[in-house]
């Protein structure tokens, strides 16, 4: 009987169990920073426009292993000229074993740029405060929210029938 319970308890700790999810390495992938307006744009008086653009890219490195990329270019404007423009890649290697098509694609899209925006978001703003620019702290992203409405609109897509085939 003790044999039997030392083999159960073996198996059952070399079994893994369900879905695993890894985080084997997170990086700088690209940094850029460009402030051609200064230091003119330090004595400007107008309110400076910002505009952010988010990009997420997924890539397979392996079999079961996925780079994920989340760049953030973020562009000030004072009076229509351009104060700096900030970008970041953030890029991280993530292990994802035994998820369904679903679950892997929702893993991919939501919750690994989830994993990489703490990262990103800190590299900018060190960047813009670097750069003798009042702090930019980005506010919180929902990467559920961007995923839905990606899955969205690839759905949409797939629905339309092919334009040109007139």
């Known amino acids: 009987m003790a044999e039997e319970a030392s083999n159960g308890a073996a198996g059952a700790e070399t079994a893994p169990q369900g879905p695993q999810f890894m985080v084997h390495k997170l990086y700088l992938k690209n940094v850029s920073y460009e402030a051609p307006g200064v230091p003119a744009a330090f004595q400007e008086q107008a309110m400076p426009q910002l505009q952010l653009n988010l990009n997420q890219k997924v890539g397979r490195f392996e079999p079961d292993m996925y780079e ?12 229509d000229k351009t104060a700096y423009l900030a970008e970041v890649e953030q890029a991280g290697i ?4 035994g998820f369904d098509d679903a679950s892997l694609d929702m893993m991919l899209g939501s919750h690994c740029p989830n994993v990489l925006f703490p990262y990103a978001r800190q590299a900018l703003g060190d960047l813009v405060a670097h750069g003798g620019f009042p ?27 092919a334009v040109g085939n007139a």
């Open 94 to 97: 993530f292990g994802l074993i």
């Open 68 to 79: 994920v990329s989340l760049s953030i270019t973020l562009t000030c404007t004072i009076n």
């Open 135 to 161: 702090p930019f702290l980005l506010q919180p992203i929902n990467f559920e929210a961007v995923y839905g409405e990606q899955l969205r609109r690839r759905m949409e897509q797939a629905q339309q029938p």
